[in-house]
Every structure is written in structure tokens, then in C-alpha cells.
């Protein structure tokens, strides 16, 4: 069975109306966000299976989906760039791990996204 992302984009549709992610585009960004949590919460929800998380779970996984999309559809370009700093006349730019970005495998997330995430419990570098 193909893999399917966490969140389709009618349920997205209604859960995150007036999104700027183009509509052509949705499915592609669902489907990397559910991929890169699935990076990391250790492919738990992979090994359960989605229909066997809690209804908490479930529908926090689906809310981080739908905001990690926002956020890489959002911030594509600065993700994608091999660049973490740099500095024009005094003027410096970072990115990557800071007070307000997590970063970890190479995902880049908001920390208060990757929070509501932990708080299912499938993020513990120890498995339960």
C-alpha cells in the first residue's frame, strides 16, 4: 500500500482555511510534512500504524502536519539553502537551531510546533 500523508487537503481545507500554500501544490507539502515527522517521532506512527495512535495522538499528529507544511511551504527557501549564516555590511542573517527553530535530521521546525508534537509522546529518543 502507497504511503499516505497524515492530513488530505479537504481535511486540511477545513482545519487550516485560508492557507497560503497554492492548492496545486497541497498534497505535495502534506506529504513531506507527514514524512519529516514520521523522521521525527522515530517512524512510531509507521510501526503502529496511524488508526492505532489515541484520538490525542491522532489529532495532534494531523495539527503539526498542517502546520510544518505551512511553515516549509513558507520558509522554503531559506530550509533548502546549504547556507546557515551570513553577513553583508554588518548586517548578519542565521538559521538553523535558535530560540524559536528546532532543528533535528535535517528537519527544520517552529519549537513551539515541535512541543505540541512531544506532547504525543511518539518523540522520546527512548522507546517506551
Not at 88 to 106: E, H, L, Y
Request: hydrophobic share 35%; charged share 20%; with cysteine.
Amino acid at each position: 500500500m502507497p504511503y499516505g500523508p497524515y492530513v488530505i487537503p479537504d481535511d486540511y481545507k477545513q482545519l487550516r482555511p485560508g492557507s497560503a500554500i497554492p492548492e496545486e501544490e497541497l498534497s505535495v507539502w502534506l506529504r513531506q510534512a507527514s514524512r519529516h515527522i514520521d523522521s521525527l517521532t522515530f517512524n512510531r506512527i509507521v510501526g503502529r500504524g496511524f488508526q492505532n495512535l489515541t484520538p490525542f495522538q491522532k489529532e495532534t499528529v494531523q495539527e503539526v502536519v498542517c502546520l510544518q507544511a505551512e511553515f516549509e511551504y513558507e520558509n522554503a527557501d531559506e530550509i533548502s539553502s546549504v547556507l546557515s549564516s551570513y553577513s553583508i555590511n554588518g548586517v548578519s542573517a542565521q538559521f538553523g537551531s535558535s530560540w524559536n527553530v528546532f532543528t533535528d535530521k535535517g528537519i527544520a521546525m517552529e519549537r513551539s510546533v515541535y512541543s505540541l508534537l512531544s506532547q504525543t509522546g511518539l518523540c522520546c529518543r527512548l522507546a517506551r
